[in-house]
């Protein structure tokens, strides 16, 4: 297995295929290769594209080689191979949500992040694994079957974009997208110990992300390190005429220095997030990364965030809610699975609940009450306004400080299965992640140590709304001193 090439930052693969190090095949087949050989410990793919990935490798070569020749400039990422979940459309490749009722479904377009990275000149080497619709802290709802934690297989990857993370720790692939609504792409990031960006709500198209929760949902990327997610965030970044939620603001030029100060920095410490139950180490190890922070130069504020405990029963009234409108539109008629009825009525009923699993279906009926006449005032309607006191404390924190630093979850990666019959302590793994969607604020999940399992711990930055570059400069300026990214999973 060539792992010297699977070893490699984004950064670096870029740089050595301009200086003509190796080739975008070898590139491509090195990462096919370690596919092949791990995939069946870690199961972080259900589609893979390898004959299109080695046939656009060989475009690539091509063009590098006319490039030289002329002297003539090559797209930013043009070689560099990516994988998408499984909930990100990528026209004539499968997408089934992780869910038996989109079984072989084939989409005619492709999410507009994803296009603006094809066009940039990356290449898709296959969809990963995901809990299903995007529902679920494990990865284990799916209808594929689960994703194992690559640092331990008796454990999961963080959900719902574990196949992604899992991906990228694995060596799989040096980056890949994700989506998060409730903390998808960050807890999994921090199980997986790399590093995974939730953009603000707005700074990237949702035009082909298969919607869970609308006002939510937000597309991001998995990479070793804060320097490789700068880059790919600011090519997926930016308005697109395809989704009107995205908003016009300019995307920043990302310009990390090798040897980042953080002099002047201030970063707020919320009480809410280091409370009772905690794992001591995940407590210790978000401390100690947060005195590195001040070490480089970063004042540290104390802030209160004191809506943070409405966040979870806020989230499960809205998220669901929203998922409930957005799945009904999965009616087996137009595409999708379909079973045979007598009537349309029992085709309809037949179908999705063949089609559904056991927490889609869950989160349907709590969505679908919610909503439901002489509810919808109780419940949607408090949670809409609960939700804009979290949003104010955040405007208010974010008036005193630049950033907030704080866990990613109360725990290391929990073993398969742990939570299976617990539905509350599933939905308890997210209790540090949920606010940040409900703010529309973006965060920054990257790893800062092990517990005593050897399982990685993260930590969390957040921002104001459209300040990631305030995010990935404190990130950088971590790992620039820390070594925590460089650290990788004993699979070979």
Not at 231 to 242: E, H, R, Y
Not at 459 to 474: M, S, T, W, Y
Request: glycine share 8%; net charge negative; with cysteine.
């Amino acid at each position: 297995m060539n792992t010297s090439l699977t070893d490699l930052s984004v950064i670096q693969i870029l740089d050595g295929l301009k200086k003509a190090e190796f080739s975008c095949r070898e590139l491509v087949q090195a990462y096919l290769e370690r596919i092949a050989i791990l995939e069946p410990r870690v199961h972080a793919f259900v589609t893979l594209a390898e004959e299109d990935a080695l046939s656009l490798a060989d475009k690539a070569d091509a063009r590098y080689a006319s490039a030289r020749h002329s002297g003539s400039e090559t797209p930013p990422l043009l070689g560099l191979p990516i994988a998408v979940k499984d909930l990100i459309t990528v026209a004539g490749m499968r997408c089934c949500c992780g869910s038996a009722i989109l079984k072989d479904f084939v989409p005619p377009f492709t999410a507009s992040a994803v296009q603006r990275l094809l066009d940039a000149g990356a290449i898709v080497v296959g969809k990963t694994n995901t809990d299903e619709f995007a529902m679920g802290s494990s990865t284990e709802t799916s209808a594929f079957g689960p994703t194992f934690n690559p640092w331990d297989v008796t454990r999961v990857p963080g959900g719902s974009s574990g196949g992604s993370a899992a991906a990228v720790a694995a060596g799989m692939v040096p980056a890949a997208l994700g989506s998060d609504t409730g903390g998808s792409i960050r807890q999994p990031a921090s199980f997986c110990g790399v590093c995974g960006i939730k953009p603000t709500y707005g700074r990237v198209s949702r035009y082909g992300l298969v919607a869970y929760g609308s006002s939510l949902d937000s597309m991001g990327v998995f990479t070793r390190n804060a320097e490789d997610a700068a880059l790919l965030f600011s090519l997926m970044a930016g308005i697109d005429p395809l989704d009107s939620t995205t908003v016009d603001v300019p995307v920043p030029v990302l310009n990390l220095r090798e040897k980042e100060r953080l002099d002047g920095l201030r970063v707020g410490i919320p009480q809410e997030y280091f409370i009772e139950g905690i794992q001591p180490q995940v407590r210790q190890c978000v401390l100690a990364a947060i005195d590195i922070l001040r070490l480089l130069g970063a004042e540290l504020v104390e802030v209160s965030l004191p809506h943070t405990e409405y966040a979870l029963p806020v989230y499960y009234l809205i998220a669901p809610a929203e998922a409930s409108a957005n799945l009904a539109r999965y009616d087996s008629v137009r595409f999708g699975l379909r079973e045979p009825a007598a009537t349309l009525w029992e085709m309809f009923k037949r179908s999705r609940g063949v089609g559904f699993g056991a927490e889609v279906k869950r989160r349907i009926m709590l969505g679908t009450y919610a909503l439901s006449a002489g509810y919808y005032d109780a419940y949607y309607g408090q949670a809409q306004k609960v939700r804009t006191l979290i949003r104010r404390d955040f405007d208010q924190a974010f008036e005193h400080v630049d950033l907030i630093a704080c866990p990613v979850a109360p725990s290391t990666a929990f073993k398969l299965g742990e939570h299976a019959g617990d539905p509350l302590a599933m939905y308890l793994e997210d209790v540090f992640t949920l606010p940040t969607n409900l703010a529309g604020i973006p965060g920054l999940a990257l790893p800062v140590g092990f517990d005593d399992n050897h399982l990685p711990i993260g930590i969390q930055f957040l921002g104001a709304h459209f300040r990631e570059d305030v995010l990935f400069r404190a990130a950088h300026a971590y790992q620039g001193v820390t070594d925590w990214h460089q650290q990788v999973p004993a699979l070979d």
